[in-house]
């Protein structure tokens, strides 16, 4: 397995090891997963060792059977560790919005959505994760409700 460091905040970083069941230490990545073949494609060998990131996540990239990566060092980018980052970020908001519709058509409060999301991700409950996650659901209800009028005025 082939080793890569990444940047992630401490959000996508609990979402990754949720992805990945990974509590601790490297989270290994699994090419059947679109997150782990994502970044299993955007990885570059290297024979030489890149500089190790501070405060960084370390990836395990399983062996490809086109590639002898045991002689090689993995590394992205900076460029490549922005797309991961978007990609990650991505799925993660799809998994969230998920989260509230399917929260809100099994008529759970926003309250009960928003805790059990922090606990689902192992996220620390403060209050800047609480209103987050609020703002996010507002915002993304007010825009169904501004796509509601237009399609009503429109018809």
């Known amino acids: 397995m082939g080793i890569v460091e990444l ?25 059947n997963n679109p997150i782990g073949k994502f970044i299993a494609a955007h990885t570059r060998w290297s024979k030489i060792k890149p500089k190790e990131k501070i405060e960084s996540v370390k990836l395990s990239i399983p062996d490809s059977p086109y ?4 002689y090689y060092y993995g590394y992205v980018t900076s460029q490549d560790e922005r797309n991961i980052r978007d990609y990650i970020q991505a799925k993660f908001d799809l998994t969230v919005e998920m989260f509230f519709i399917k929260g809100y058509w099994l008529k759970f409060h926003q309250k009960d959505i928003i805790e059990s999301l922090i606990e689902h991700f192992n996220l620390k409950n403060t209050s800047a994760t609480y209103e987050m996650f609020k703002k996010r659901d507002f915002r993304k209800r007010m825009s169904v409700k501004k796509i509601i009028s237009e399609i009503i005025l429109n018809s």
């Open 67 to 70: 590639f002898e990566q045991e």
């Open 7 to 31: 940047k992630l905040n401490n959000i996508l970083e609990c979402y990754m090891r949720k992805e990945f069941d990974s509590e601790k230490g490297d989270i290994i990545l699994r090419r």
